[in-house]
């Protein structure tokens, strides 16, 4: 364990080359409501010291959506998956430090993983969202959704146990995450039961208001994974509180840390105190606790 912990608060890795983005729906994204005339953005940020991608990209005005798998070495793999869901409030993707960077980290671990770059809304200088919530959330959370039954259809090949596949993701890739988990969808998006994850992972969280009822109405919520940090001011971790008491009261397989020293954004944790670091550590371990594959040697 004294080594995971190092590791954990070390984070200092080589950056590591991507493999190839693909496109999540291929020719089938038809009439496909969410469209830039001036194409998809991407602008750069600073990168922080340890990132496994050595990179930090920021995208906006996604149209297409694409993903990108990250597999686990055969010799450690585990036959678990996960869909990682970057933050960016719905208008950007901070694909790297919120995506790849994760997946590297998780592959290493024995866990495959797939990063989505899912479709986005924009926002104009009034901070008018150019998609109404009635027409961009059904297809994000399709997005979601269809990256869970592409890691099941391919199971075979990338050695995943199709019951093992989970979704986690980050502020507003946790509502993403929450959305696709907990079936806040909408009817006339077509959605099978292939979408379904086996778990969810939601990492400084946005959990609007009225979430509860959500949680609530679901008939079998799936084990829930929940961290958050005590300082966050944009997603408050009152709100991680609220949702963990819920998953309480119906019993569900669930976690909740939060951080002392967590501010909103703190992506892998890495050289942001001693024990933030650590959270990933522990989300590895509560899938260990819930069975799904077992704690190394």
Known sequence: MACLVLAAVLGKVEAQSLPKEQLLWGKRLEDNPVVYAGGE???????????PSGKN???????????????????????????????????????????????????????????????????????????????????????????????????????????????VGFSAGGHLAFSAGFGLSDENVPITDTGNPNF?????????????????????????????????????ASKAVDLFKILLEKKVAGELHIFGKGNHGFDLGDERGVSVPLWKVSFVAWLQDLGFFDAPN
């Not at 150019?130 to 959370?141: C, F, M, N, S």
């Not at 208001?209 to 005590?230: K, Q």
Request: aromatic share 10%; glycine share 12%; charged share 25%.
């Open 200 to 236: 969810v992972g939601l990492f400084y969280p946005w959990l609007w208001e009225g979430f509860e009822d959500v949680v609530r109405a679901r008939g079998i919520s799936p084990p829930t994974f929940i961290m958050n940090g005590g300082p966050d001011q944009v997603t408050p």
């Open 57 to 167: 990209r920021v995208f906006s005005h996604v149209a297409v959506p694409t993903y990108t798998i990250h597999r686990a070495p055969d010799a450690v793999a585990t036959g678990v998956g996960v869909v990682i869901c970057p933050g960016g409030g719905y208008v950007d993707v901070w694909l790297d430090r919120e995506g790849h960077d994760l997946g590297l980290w998780l592959a290493e671990r024995g866990v495959t993983a797939l990063v989505l770059k899912y479709r986005t809304n924009s926002r104009g200088g009034d901070e008018k969202r150019q998609y109404d919530w009635e027409t961009y959330l059904p297809v994000v959370v399709a997005d979601a959704r269809e990256s869970i039954a592409l890691l099941r259809r391919g199971a075979e090949e990338l050695r995943l146990d199709p019951e093992r596949i989970g979704i």
């Open 41 to 51: 953005q991407v602008r750069q940020a600073n990168v922080r010291d340890g990132s």
